[in-house]
């Protein structure tokens, strides 16, 4: 083992993607479409937290969607015995494990990758997969950074490899059917929409740097990232409050609203300005390693004068409107609005206390930690699958330029509020008008061999 462990550092000296050229030179060729009565053999990156969601969803399908669960990695080995227990416990079958992404994607049999890793990797894994000929479910937010989402849809395009955003709303049937209420003038013209990420969250604490433990690949987990010394306060989980790893909680919980609000506004471009504002409130900032705000409001104009409103609230709080949502949306229109809470939507005329229109079916608000529960999830995994049989992207309810625009919003929030100013956007160019010190937070200085293509 340490012998194969110390070849496999030994070659992550080299130039990026260990032979990634070679594997892109097959991906048109290898498994173009899969029949429909064809097993497809899947793997899962990244198999803690919303990983362990991603197991339990691929198991739960192996029969109605001839799916099999072929393979686990993660960057800390420490999992590997738990989660293929999981595995074996719910399907017979004993998964092989990996902890290196490069060496997964080698395997020919693997038709897909299923990935729930930090936000810092989602962009160069998605674009290894998608040159090895690998279809791809990668959750949210799509990318990091705003340059490296383009290159993730380029990259799908370019390997006709089908990538869905775990944006799981999209496939909550009373989901669906508040959009088509909203784009049917339910409300009248819909001119703003209210995104709310409602977590309080206490402080995590501040220790020390230390030595890595022997079982995580602390380099590989960096990946593109600047190399730090090893805090146990910065890693698994952690991760998201740290802006070379994460985006906080306005780039955590808040895309699935992000994309709900921009789902229902039908902006199918992005905003021409954005403001964002806020900090680390109640938590002394000095005994928490903690960067990103815990407190933020944010404020999109798009170029009709319609508007986006998102806000998070990372402390204690009261719920919104008279469902008392904590994580959800509220569109406002001409001759009404509608109140969306999980599954369950209710919408009012005017001035009227009691709906007019609301969801068939009542649904629960699902509490934000009962992700094995969230609704949506099974159905957008199949949907994936699907997918992957039909060989189109029409097919899918969360197509990676579609999870791409939605994940640009809570991105270019947090460029404003690191600059303090509102900024104003170019659509087309994807860069900030007139504004050098904003566009060089579009993308990141990369770490060799962990480095995004310019050219896909």
């Given at each position: 083992?340490?012998?194969?462990?110390?070849?496999?550092?030994?070659?992550?000296?080299?130039?990026?993607?260990?032979?990634?050229?070679?594997?892109?030179?097959?991906?048109?060729?290898?498994?173009?479409?899969?029949?429909?009565?064809?097993?497809?053999?899947?793997?899962?990156?990244?198999?803690?937290?919303?990983?362990?969601?991603?197991?339990?969803?691929?198991?739960?399908?192996?029969?109605?969607?001839?799916?099999?669960?072929?393979?686990?990695?993660?960057?800390?080995?420490?999992?590997?015995?738990?989660?293929?227990?999981?595995?074996?416990?719910?399907?017979?079958?004993?998964?092989?494990?990996?902890?290196?992404?490069?060496?997964?994607?080698?395997?020919?049999?693997?038709?897909?990758?299923?990935?729930?890793?930090?936000?810092?990797?989602?962009?160069?894994?998605?674009?290894?997969?998608?040159?090895?000929?690998?279809?791809?479910?990668?959750?949210?937010?799509?990318?990091?950074?705003?340059?490296?989402?383009?290159?993730?849809?380029?990259?799908?395009?370019?390997?006709?490899?089908?990538?869905?955003?775990?944006?799981?709303?999209?496939?909550?049937?009373?989901?669906?059917?508040?959009?088509?209420?909203?784009?049917?003038?339910?409300?009248?013209?819909?001119?703003?929409?209210?995104?709310?990420?409602y977590k309080p969250r206490d402080s995590f604490g501040k220790v020390a740097d230390s030595n890595p433990?022997?079982?995580?690949?602390?380099?590989?987990?960096?990946?593109?990232?600047?190399?730090?010394?090893?805090?146990?306060?910065?890693?698994?989980?952690?991760?998201?409050?740290?802006?070379?790893?994460?985006?906080?909680?306005?780039?955590?919980?808040?895309?699935?609203?992000?994309?709900?609000?921009?789902?229902?506004?039908?902006?199918?471009?992005?905003?021409?300005?954005?403001?964002?504002?806020?900090?680390?409130?109640?938590?002394?900032?000095?005994?928490?390693?903690?960067?990103?705000?815990?407190?933020?409001?944010?404020?999109?104009?798009?170029?009709?004068?319609?508007?986006?409103?998102?806000?998070?609230?990372?402390?204690?709080?009261?719920?919104?409107?008279?469902?008392?949502?904590?994580?959800?949306?509220?569109?406002?229109?001409?001759?009404?609005?509608?109140?969306?809470?999980?599954?369950?939507?209710?919408?009012?005329?005017?001035?009227?206390?009691?709906?007019?229109?609301?969801?068939?079916?009542?649904?629960?608000?699902?509490?934000?930690?009962?992700?094995?529960?969230?609704?949506?999830?099974?159905?957008?995994?199949?949907?994936?699958?699907?997918?992957?049989?039909?060989?189109?992207?029409?097919?899918?309810?969360?197509?990676?330029?579609?999870?791409?625009?939605?994940?640009?919003?809570?991105?270019?929030?947090?460029?404003?509020?690191?600059?303090?100013?509102?900024?104003?956007?170019?659509?087309?160019?994807?860069?900030?008008?007139?504004?050098?010190?904003?566009?060089?937070?579009?993308?990141?200085?990369?770490?060799?061999?962990?480095?995004?293509?310019?050219?896909?």
């Amino acid at each position: 083992m340490e012998k194969r462990r110390e070849f496999i550092k030994k070659s992550l000296l080299g130039t990026a993607g260990i032979a990634m050229a070679g594997m892109s030179m097959s991906a048109k060729s290898y498994a173009s479409i899969i029949g429909a009565n064809e097993r497809i053999n899947i793997a899962v990156v990244g198999i803690r937290g919303q990983g362990s969601n991603h197991i339990n969803q691929w198991c739960a399908l192996k029969d109605n969607r001839n799916v099999r669960l072929k393979t686990l990695c993660d960057a800390d080995e420490q999992y590997f015995s738990e989660k293929s227990k999981v595995v074996i416990d719910k399907t017979g079958v004993t998964p092989t494990t990996e902890w290196d992404v490069r060496k997964v994607l080698e395997d020919k049999e693997l038709d897909a990758v299923s990935m729930a890793i930090p936000n810092h990797w989602h962009a160069l894994a998605t674009i290894w997969a998608c040159q090895a000929g690998k279809h791809v479910y990668i959750e949210k937010p799509a990318s990091h950074n705003v340059w490296e989402g383009r290159k993730m849809v380029e990259a799908a395009r370019k390997y006709d490899r089908r990538v869905q955003v775990g944006f799981q709303n999209r496939s909550i049937a009373n989901v669906m059917e508040a959009m088509e209420f909203l784009h049917g003038g339910g409300i009248g013209d819909v001119y703003m929409a209210r995104g709310t990420c409602y977590k309080p969250r206490d402080s995590f604490g501040k220790v020390a740097d230390s030595n890595p433990p022997a079982s995580l690949h602390y380099d590989y987990w960096r990946g593109p990232a600047e190399m730090i010394p090893y805090n146990e306060k910065k890693v698994h989980y952690n991760w998201h409050w740290h802006w070379a790893t994460g985006n906080g909680d306005t780039g955590n919980q808040g895309p699935h609203q992000f994309d709900v609000a921009r789902w229902g506004m039908n902006k199918n471009e992005h905003p021409v300005s954005v403001y964002s504002a806020g900090g680390i409130y109640g938590i002394d900032p000095n005994e928490c390693s903690q960067e990103t705000p815990n407190t933020q409001s944010s404020v999109f104009k798009y170029a009709d004068g319609t508007m986006l409103e998102f806000e998070t609230r990372g402390r204690y709080t009261n719920g919104e409107s008279s469902l008392g949502i904590e994580i959800g949306n509220v569109f406002y229109g001409t001759n009404g609005y509608l109140e969306l809470d999980g599954g369950t939507w209710k919408a009012f005329r005017q001035k009227e206390k009691e709906p007019f229109a609301q969801s068939k079916k009542q649904a629960a608000p699902v509490a934000s930690t009962q992700v094995l529960a969230a609704p949506g999830g099974a159905e957008h995994y199949a949907n994936f699958l699907d997918a992957i049989r039909a060989g189109n992207n029409e097919t899918l309810h969360c197509d990676i330029e579609e999870g791409f625009k939605s994940s640009v919003l809570p991105l270019i929030a947090n460029v404003s509020y690191l600059t303090g100013r509102e900024l104003r956007f170019d659509g087309t160019t994807e860069k900030f008008v007139k504004d050098k010190e904003a566009d060089k937070m579009l993308t990141r200085d990369y770490r060799d061999p962990y480095t995004v293509p310019n050219k896909v």
